[in-house]
T-cell receptor, first 113, second 112 residues
Protein backbone atom coordinates (compact mmCIF):
# COMPACT_ATOMS: atom_id res chain seq x y z
CA UNK A 1 0.00 0.00 0.00
CA UNK A 2 1.22 3.45 -0.91
CA UNK A 3 1.73 5.72 2.07
CA UNK A 4 1.60 9.48 1.63
CA UNK A 5 1.99 11.10 5.02
CA UNK A 6 1.38 14.74 5.80
CA UNK A 7 2.95 15.86 9.03
CA UNK A 8 -0.07 17.69 10.48
CA UNK A 9 -3.83 17.23 10.14
CA UNK A 10 -4.64 20.61 11.64
CA UNK A 11 -2.51 23.71 11.93
CA UNK A 12 -3.27 27.18 13.29
CA UNK A 13 -0.86 29.99 12.48
CA UNK A 14 -0.71 33.76 12.77
CA UNK A 15 -0.62 36.20 9.88
CA UNK A 16 2.97 36.81 8.81
CA UNK A 17 4.35 33.55 10.17
CA UNK A 18 6.48 31.27 8.02
CA UNK A 19 4.69 27.93 7.67
CA UNK A 20 6.09 24.57 6.62
CA UNK A 21 3.85 21.75 5.44
CA UNK A 22 5.65 18.44 5.09
CA UNK A 23 4.81 15.46 2.93
CA UNK A 24 6.60 12.11 2.89
CA UNK A 25 5.96 9.15 0.59
CA UNK A 26 7.30 5.61 0.84
CA UNK A 27 6.87 4.37 -2.74
CA UNK A 28 9.87 5.90 -4.46
CA UNK A 29 7.61 7.88 -6.79
CA UNK A 30 9.29 10.53 -8.88
CA UNK A 31 6.37 12.95 -9.04
CA UNK A 32 4.98 14.88 -6.08
CA UNK A 33 2.32 17.58 -5.99
CA UNK A 34 0.80 20.15 -3.67
CA UNK A 35 -2.85 21.17 -4.04
CA UNK A 36 -5.15 23.39 -2.11
CA UNK A 37 -8.81 22.51 -1.84
CA UNK A 38 -11.50 25.12 -1.28
CA UNK A 39 -15.29 24.66 -1.50
CA UNK A 40 -16.54 25.13 -5.04
CA UNK A 41 -13.03 25.53 -6.46
CA UNK A 42 -11.96 21.90 -6.54
CA UNK A 43 -8.31 20.88 -6.38
CA UNK A 44 -5.96 23.63 -7.49
CA UNK A 45 -2.33 22.82 -8.17
CA UNK A 46 0.19 24.97 -6.32
CA UNK A 47 3.56 23.38 -7.19
CA UNK A 48 4.87 20.06 -8.37
CA UNK A 49 8.18 18.26 -8.65
CA UNK A 50 9.45 15.58 -11.01
CA UNK A 51 12.69 14.89 -9.23
CA UNK A 52 14.94 15.86 -6.38
CA UNK A 53 15.76 19.59 -6.33
CA UNK A 54 13.38 20.12 -9.21
CA UNK A 55 10.17 22.18 -9.00
CA UNK A 56 7.55 23.57 -11.34
CA UNK A 57 4.86 26.18 -10.72
CA UNK A 58 1.29 25.05 -10.88
CA UNK A 59 -1.80 27.19 -11.35
CA UNK A 60 -1.65 29.21 -8.10
CA UNK A 61 2.00 29.47 -6.93
CA UNK A 62 1.83 33.03 -5.59
CA UNK A 63 2.67 33.23 -1.92
CA UNK A 64 4.10 29.70 -1.82
CA UNK A 65 7.43 28.00 -2.39
CA UNK A 66 8.53 24.37 -2.21
CA UNK A 67 11.56 22.29 -1.39
CA UNK A 68 12.52 18.80 -2.46
CA UNK A 69 15.90 17.88 -1.05
CA UNK A 70 15.16 14.15 -0.92
CA UNK A 71 13.06 12.03 -3.24
CA UNK A 72 10.60 10.99 -0.56
CA UNK A 73 9.95 14.42 0.93
CA UNK A 74 8.22 17.44 -0.59
CA UNK A 75 7.68 20.53 1.52
CA UNK A 76 5.31 23.43 0.93
CA UNK A 77 6.38 26.75 2.42
CA UNK A 78 4.22 29.77 3.08
CA UNK A 79 6.82 32.53 3.39
CA UNK A 80 4.47 34.95 5.16
CA UNK A 81 1.10 33.40 5.90
CA UNK A 82 -2.00 35.42 5.10
CA UNK A 83 -5.66 34.85 5.98
CA UNK A 84 -6.50 34.02 2.35
CA UNK A 85 -4.23 31.02 2.62
CA UNK A 86 -6.59 29.39 5.10
CA UNK A 87 -7.46 26.17 3.31
CA UNK A 88 -7.10 22.40 3.09
CA UNK A 89 -3.73 21.43 1.62
CA UNK A 90 -3.30 18.06 -0.05
CA UNK A 91 -0.07 16.41 -1.06
CA UNK A 92 -0.04 13.76 -3.79
CA UNK A 93 2.43 11.41 -5.38
CA UNK A 94 2.49 9.57 -8.69
CA UNK A 95 4.79 7.22 -10.56
CA UNK A 96 6.47 8.64 -13.62
CA UNK A 97 4.97 7.20 -16.78
CA UNK A 98 3.57 3.73 -16.08
CA UNK A 99 0.08 3.69 -14.64
CA UNK A 100 -0.31 7.38 -13.81
CA UNK A 101 -2.22 6.50 -10.64
CA UNK A 102 -2.03 9.38 -8.20
CA UNK A 103 -2.19 8.92 -4.43
CA UNK A 104 -3.15 11.61 -1.95
CA UNK A 105 -2.18 12.36 1.59
CA UNK A 106 -4.84 12.88 4.25
CA UNK A 107 -4.54 16.66 4.05
CA UNK A 108 -3.59 19.50 6.36
CA UNK A 109 -6.28 21.96 7.34
CA UNK A 110 -4.49 25.25 7.84
CA UNK A 111 -6.09 28.20 9.57
CA UNK A 112 -4.32 31.56 9.42
CA UNK A 113 -5.59 34.03 12.01
CA UNK B 1 -3.16 23.64 -21.63
CA UNK B 2 -5.81 21.14 -20.61
CA UNK B 3 -9.12 22.34 -19.19
CA UNK B 4 -11.65 19.97 -17.58
CA UNK B 5 -15.27 20.96 -17.02
CA UNK B 6 -17.44 18.84 -14.71
CA UNK B 7 -21.22 18.82 -14.33
CA UNK B 8 -23.32 18.94 -12.29
CA UNK B 9 -21.71 20.55 -9.25
CA UNK B 10 -24.31 18.94 -6.96
CA UNK B 11 -26.50 15.90 -7.48
CA UNK B 12 -29.14 14.35 -5.25
CA UNK B 13 -30.60 10.93 -5.99
CA UNK B 14 -32.84 8.49 -4.19
CA UNK B 15 -31.24 5.34 -2.91
CA UNK B 16 -31.35 2.69 -5.61
CA UNK B 17 -31.44 5.17 -8.49
CA UNK B 18 -28.58 5.77 -10.90
CA UNK B 19 -26.25 8.78 -10.89
CA UNK B 20 -24.34 10.18 -13.85
CA UNK B 21 -21.56 12.76 -13.70
CA UNK B 22 -20.14 14.22 -16.90
CA UNK B 23 -16.80 15.78 -17.77
CA UNK B 24 -15.43 17.40 -20.89
CA UNK B 25 -11.78 18.06 -21.68
CA UNK B 26 -10.06 20.30 -24.18
CA UNK B 27 -6.70 18.70 -25.03
CA UNK B 28 -6.95 15.92 -27.59
CA UNK B 29 -3.54 14.63 -26.39
CA UNK B 30 -5.05 13.57 -23.05
CA UNK B 31 -5.28 9.80 -22.84
CA UNK B 32 -5.82 8.90 -19.19
CA UNK B 33 -9.03 9.77 -17.32
CA UNK B 34 -9.32 8.86 -13.64
CA UNK B 35 -12.20 9.40 -11.24
CA UNK B 36 -11.62 10.12 -7.56
CA UNK B 37 -14.05 9.86 -4.67
CA UNK B 38 -13.60 12.00 -1.58
CA UNK B 39 -15.72 11.16 1.43
CA UNK B 40 -16.23 13.80 4.08
CA UNK B 41 -13.00 14.44 5.97
CA UNK B 42 -11.04 11.91 3.94
CA UNK B 43 -8.48 12.01 1.15
CA UNK B 44 -9.48 11.63 -2.52
CA UNK B 45 -9.15 8.02 -3.63
CA UNK B 46 -9.11 6.56 -7.11
CA UNK B 47 -12.26 4.57 -7.83
CA UNK B 48 -11.98 3.89 -11.54
CA UNK B 49 -9.97 5.05 -14.53
CA UNK B 50 -10.01 4.67 -18.29
CA UNK B 51 -7.44 5.03 -21.01
CA UNK B 52 -8.04 6.38 -24.47
CA UNK B 53 -7.86 3.03 -26.21
CA UNK B 54 -10.99 1.87 -24.33
CA UNK B 55 -14.55 3.14 -24.69
CA UNK B 56 -16.05 1.79 -21.48
CA UNK B 57 -14.91 0.19 -18.26
CA UNK B 58 -16.98 -1.33 -15.46
CA UNK B 59 -16.28 -2.26 -11.88
CA UNK B 60 -19.33 -3.65 -10.10
CA UNK B 61 -21.78 -0.73 -9.72
CA UNK B 62 -19.58 1.92 -11.28
CA UNK B 63 -18.70 2.42 -14.92
CA UNK B 64 -16.92 5.04 -16.95
CA UNK B 65 -17.49 5.80 -20.62
CA UNK B 66 -15.22 7.79 -22.91
CA UNK B 67 -16.02 9.51 -26.19
CA UNK B 68 -12.72 10.71 -27.63
CA UNK B 69 -14.30 12.35 -30.65
CA UNK B 70 -16.53 14.54 -28.52
CA UNK B 71 -13.87 14.83 -25.76
CA UNK B 72 -16.13 13.81 -22.94
CA UNK B 73 -16.25 11.07 -20.35
CA UNK B 74 -18.82 10.12 -17.76
CA UNK B 75 -19.11 8.28 -14.47
CA UNK B 76 -22.15 6.07 -13.97
CA UNK B 77 -23.14 4.71 -10.59
CA UNK B 78 -26.03 2.24 -10.53
CA UNK B 79 -28.13 1.14 -7.56
CA UNK B 80 -26.80 3.99 -5.45
CA UNK B 81 -26.36 3.52 -1.73
CA UNK B 82 -25.92 6.04 1.10
CA UNK B 83 -22.19 5.24 1.24
CA UNK B 84 -21.87 6.55 -2.33
CA UNK B 85 -22.47 10.05 -0.92
CA UNK B 86 -19.22 11.96 -1.48
CA UNK B 87 -17.53 14.48 -3.73
CA UNK B 88 -16.40 13.00 -7.04
CA UNK B 89 -13.62 14.49 -9.15
CA UNK B 90 -12.79 13.70 -12.76
CA UNK B 91 -9.36 14.37 -14.22
CA UNK B 92 -7.45 14.17 -17.47
CA UNK B 93 -3.78 13.94 -18.41
CA UNK B 94 -1.54 12.89 -21.27
CA UNK B 95 0.98 10.12 -20.89
CA UNK B 96 3.90 12.28 -19.87
CA UNK B 97 4.84 13.68 -16.49
CA UNK B 98 2.35 16.54 -16.71
CA UNK B 99 0.03 16.96 -13.72
CA UNK B 100 -3.52 15.67 -13.67
CA UNK B 101 -6.03 18.41 -14.44
CA UNK B 102 -9.08 18.05 -12.23
CA UNK B 103 -12.67 19.11 -12.66
CA UNK B 104 -14.20 21.18 -9.87
CA UNK B 105 -16.01 18.23 -8.36
CA UNK B 106 -19.58 16.96 -7.95
CA UNK B 107 -21.16 16.58 -4.54
CA UNK B 108 -23.37 13.50 -4.70
CA UNK B 109 -25.99 12.97 -2.03
CA UNK B 110 -27.83 9.65 -1.89
CA UNK B 111 -31.06 9.99 0.03
CA UNK B 112 -32.27 6.91 1.89
Amino acid sequence: DVKVTQSSRYLVKRTGEKVFLECVQDMDHENMFWYRQDPGLGLRLIYFSYDVKMKEKGDIPEGYSVSREKKERFSLILESASTNQTSMYLCATREALAKNIQYFGAGTRLSVL
Amino acid sequence: GENVEQHPSTLSVQEGDSAVIKCTYSDSASNYFPWYKQELGKRPQLIIDIRSNVGEKKDQRIAVTLNKTAKHFSLHITETQPEDSAVYFCAAVDSGNTPLVFGKGTRLSVIA
